[in-house]
């Protein structure tokens, strides 16, 4: 999950992950110019955050958790 420090989002949705003990990497944008231009790069140049990139390469920009835990299931599947 890229992320900021300062993201209300993104701690919201590191929280519900945490708490449903979904695992995750938080990697934070603003320490990682690597990590921004991907972010951009999967937001028409934006850096919004929270971005989840999912083991099959694909990315989700402030998802709803009900909506990141159905994209791991498929996955899983």
Same mark, same amino acid.
């Given at each position: 999950?890229?992320? /900021?420090?300062?993201?209300? &989002?993104?701690?919201? *949705? #590191?929280?519900?992950?945490?708490?449903?003990?979904?695992?995750? /990497? +938080?990697?934070?944008?603003?320490?990682? !110019?690597? =990590? @921004?231009?991907?972010? +951009?790069?999967?937001? @028409?140049?934006?850096?919004?955050? !929270?971005? %989840?990139?999912?083991?099959?390469?694909? /990315?989700?920009?402030?998802?709803? &958790? #009900? +909506? *990141? %835990? =159905? #994209? *791991? +299931? @498929?996955? @899983?599947?």
């Amino acid at each position: 999950m890229f992320s /900021t420090v300062w993201c209300g &989002y993104c701690q919201r *949705l #590191k929280s519900q992950m945490m708490r449903e003990g979904v695992e995750f /990497t +938080e990697i934070d944008i603003e320490h990682s !110019p690597d =990590a @921004a231009h991907f972010v +951009e790069n999967a937001n @028409a140049g934006n850096q919004t955050v !929270p971005t %989840v990139v999912f083991p099959d390469g694909s /990315t989700m920009t402030n998802p709803p &958790y #009900k +909506e *990141l %835990v =159905a #994209k *791991l +299931e @498929a996955l @899983a599947n």
